[in-house]
């Protein structure tokens, strides 16, 4: 594609439910990166993959917090037991000499 | 610990000049680098200084001092487009381009 996609752009889940949020990067790029971004603040690194393996993940604020990459494309970010602390918008970037973001999925756990 | 220290807010006039600072103290540097991002958008790289000095990319320049702990985008000939929030950007590792420690944002309003 053109660009760094996310879906879904925005989901609302309750408290306690399970998420995965989606991200397909730029065809090509090998490195991903998982952030979020709380209101007013800049983004905070989460993930990193290299490939298909996660080369550094610790962003990642405790083991309800996931991410996968198995064909060194797509990465999903999944979350269990969603808090709401959680919410946020989940930003993801793939970067060849530059990185590049796409629009992120705001989560809301209600 | 690890912080980047840049103004809430800036305010200017359409056609006017604008500096953003940022000062950071971080347990690893190899680089600032700034961004830009319109409310509800993805930010968007605007430039990257690695050494001391100014780069200068069209209407934006960005400037380093490492002994100083500090940088600053410069952004010449405001346009109303430039409305929106800028964060500077510390590359903390070696092994990963864009494992990115930002600053929470200056939020530019331009005025005509």
């Known amino acids: 594609g053109a660009g760094v996609s996310q879906t879904p752009s925005n989901k609302v889940t309750e408290k306690g439910k399970y998420v995965e949020l989606r991200c397909d990067p730029i065809s090509g790029h090998t490195a991903l990166y998982w952030y979020r971004q709380s209101l007013g603040q800049g983004p905070e690194f989460l993930i990193y993959f290299q490939g298909t393996g996660a080369a550094d993940d610790s962003g990642l604020p405790n083991d309800r917090f996931f991410a996968v990459r198995p064909e060194g494309s797509v990465s999903t970010l999944k979350i269990q037991r969603t808090e709401r602390g959680d919410s946020a918008v989940y930003l993801c970037?793939?970067?060849?000499?530059?990185?590049?973001f796409g629009q992120g999925t705001r989560l809301t756990v209600v | 610990g690890q912080s980047l220290e840049q103004p809430s807010e800036v305010t200017a006039v359409e056609g006017a000049i604008v500096q953003i600072n940022c000062t950071y103290q971080t347990s690893g540097f190899y680089g600032l680098s700034w961004y830009q991002q319109h409310d509800g958008g993805a930010p968007t790289f605007l430039s990257y200084n690695a050494l001391d000095g100014l780069e200068e990319t069209g209407r934006f320049s960005s400037f380093l001092s490492r002994s100083d702990s500090y940088g600053y985008l410069l952004l010449q000939e405001l346009q109303m487009k430039d409305s929106a929030s800028y964060f500077c950007?510390?590359?903390?590792?070696?092994?990963?381009?864009?494992?990115?420690?930002f600053g929470s944002g200056t939020r530019l309003l331009v005025r005509p």
């Open positions: 970037a793939s970067a060849d000499t530059e990185a590049f």
């Open positions: 950007a510390v590359r903390g590792s070696m092994d990963s381009s864009y494992k990115l420690i």
